[in-house]
Nanobody, 125 residues
Framework: QVQLVESGGGLVQAGGSLRLSCAAS????????MGWYRQAPGKQRELVAT????????NYADSVKGRFTISRDNAKNTVYLQMNSLKPEDAAVYYC??????????????????WGQGTRVTVSL
């Protein structure tokens, strides 16, 4: 029942910008953490940035510090990733991740980790 849907991926030239969005839906009690991960072909999925919706504390991978900004709109259950000064090495499928307490299909309240389907970011030279 809980779903994460990403949007905003696409093709951009090196040095350009993109903004990714991830909206959570379902019978949500609370979103305790949200973040972005990315996976390039042949590579392990890696953490890009996280945010704690309550309070808004953030954490970034060293490779994106100063270039990417994660933010959230708690009222919309949405997290954003503003990506500036994009580099070819940023090209990957970006996945939204969230730790959400929810009532799934009318069941008891449980906290689980959810993943979006991914949105592809391509950076050209």
């Amino acid at each position: 029942q809980v779903q994460l849907v990403e949007s905003g991926g696409g093709l951009v030239q090196a040095g350009g910008s993109l903004r990714l969005s991830c909206a959570a839906s379902g019978s949500i009690f609370s979103i305790n953490a949200m973040g972005w991960y990315r996976q390039a072909p042949g590579k392990q999925r890696e953490l890009v940035a996280t945010v704690i919706p309550r309070g808004g504390s953030t954490n970034y991978a060293d490779s994106v510090k100063g270039r990417f900004t994660i933010s959230r709109d708690n009222a919309k259950n949405t997290v954003y990733l503003q990506m500036n000064s994009l580099k070819p090495e940023d090209a990957a499928v970006y996945y939204c991740n969230a730790k959400i307490a929810a009532w799934n299909n009318g069941g008891p309240l449980t906290e689980n980790e959810y993943w979006g389907q991914g949105t592809r970011v391509t950076v050209s030279l």
